[in-house]
């Protein structure tokens, strides 16, 4: 191992926390996941990944055969370490998380939100190495984002840029219930808009058979959805065309905006394949002026979605 020097990557999620040790070579050597359970007071959680992390840093040579830690977390702001007010986590307000885990572990910690920390791991270990320029599409429960230009993420003055999830793409359209905001593209393209498609679809017109009608409203799930649509089922294909070409339109608008030399998709969503791929794609060319037409790669992230989060967030001890 010589004088290599080991990080810690903390990705924090609404139900689940990931964290790992992670080499130079972008390795992880050994992780692990407690529950968020952010209902409960900051310093149990705090408490609980101390007693997981406190045994690997001693069975990988100490505290001083780690550089530092790198945290993803919702709302996680890189310039003032605080996770603010993040919709999905039950902690209120500003939480100072860096501070809390530096004090805690004793070892350097920085944060960035979850989106911008899987942003860095594709740039760094996964489908992204070696661009200079490109954005990163999390479809997961949600929408989330990173931007990357000139080989820098952009953060904006406050630490919170790019959130191209709550672009609004359908004027007064959907109700996102987060946020309050109409027609936002997360409210569209991610696993719970797939799934408020679907009902819509369903009640538009009752008397179209469709496997959906199997289950009861509560049952309905993306992945539902998914293996309908494989079974070939009429109302489970369209709601994929449709979700593709509302994130295709969307995606159109972020490459005029910035010019990438790719786009990473990523997430739950993506196990759908060529059914999101392919109107996401077609739409997304379609929407474009010409100067931009067939010069940006869609690719969908080759890493592990635990494993991106852990090592972007490692990313980001320098």
């Given at each position: 191992m010589g004088n290599e020097l080991l990080r810690i990557g903390i990705d924090v999620g609404g139900t689940s926390t990931k964290f790992g040790v992670v080499n130079e070579a972008g390795k992880i050597l050994v992780q692990d996941r407690i529950p968020t359970a952010?209902?409960?007071?900051?310093?149990?959680?705090?408490?609980?990944?101390?007693?997981?992390?406190?045994?690997m840093i001693e069975a990988h040579g100490g505290k001083q055969?780690?550089?530092?830690?790198?945290?993803?977390?919702?709302?996680?702001?890189?310039?003032?370490?605080?996770?603010?007010?993040?919709?999905?986590?039950?902690?209120?307000g500003i939480v100072p998380i860096a501070k809390m885990v530096q004090q805690k572990i004793g070892l350097p910690a920085t944060l960035t939100n979850d989106a911008n920390?899987?942003?860095?791991?594709?740039?760094?270990?996964?489908?992204?190495k070696g661009f200079q320029h490109f954005i990163t599409i999390t479809l997961g429960t949600g929408v989330g984002s990173?931007?990357?230009?000139?080989?820098?993420?952009?953060?904006?003055?406050?630490?919170?840029?790019?959130?191209?999830?709550?672009?609004?793409?359908?004027?007064?359209?959907?109700?996102?219930?987060?946020?309050?905001?109409?027609?936002?593209?997360?409210?569209?393209?991610?696993?719970?808009?797939v799934r408020e498609t679907a009902l819509e679809f369903?009640?538009?017109?009752?008397?179209?058979?469709?496997?959906?009608?199997?289950?009861?409203?509560?049952?309905?799930?993306?992945?539902?959805?998914?293996?309908?649509?494989?079974?070939?089922?009429?109302?489970?294909?369209?709601?994929?065309?449709?979700?593709?070409?509302?994130?295709?339109?969307?995606?159109?608008?972020?490459?005029?905006?910035?010019?990438?030399?790719?786009?990473?998709?990523?997430?739950?969503?993506?196990?759908?394949?060529s059914l999101i791929m392919n109107p996401t794609k077609q739409a997304m060319e379609a929407n474009l002026v010409q100067i931009f037409k067939n010069k940006v790669q869609l690719i969908f992230s080759n890493l592990s979605e635990s494993d991106a989060a852990i090592l972007g967030a490692s990313a980001l001890v320098q």
């Open positions: 952010s209902e409960k007071p900051v310093e149990e959680f705090i408490h609980a990944l101390h007693t997981k992390l406190a045994p055969a780690f550089k530092g830690i790198g945290m993803g977390a919702p709302n996680g702001n890189l310039y003032t370490g605080n996770i603010e007010y993040a919709a999905n986590l039950k902690w209120e920390a899987a942003a860095m791991g594709e740039m760094m270990y996964g489908a992204a990173g931007i990357v230009v000139d080989g820098k993420m952009v953060v904006g003055h406050d630490g919170f840029a790019g959130e191209l999830g709550h672009t609004i793409v359908r004027y007064n359209g959907r109700l996102h219930k987060g946020t309050g905001s109409r027609g936002s593209l997360e409210s569209y393209a991610s696993a719970t808009g369903l009640d538009r017109d009752a008397t179209v058979p469709s496997l959906l009608r199997n289950y009861t409203a509560e049952q309905i799930t993306s992945e539902t959805v998914y293996d309908c649509a494989l079974q070939g089922d009429a109302i489970a294909k369209e709601v994929f065309q449709f979700t593709g070409e509302i994130l295709g339109e969307a995606l159109a608008n972020f490459v005029m905006f910035s010019s990438p030399q790719a786009i990473v998709l990523f997430g739950g969503l993506t196990k759908a394949g």
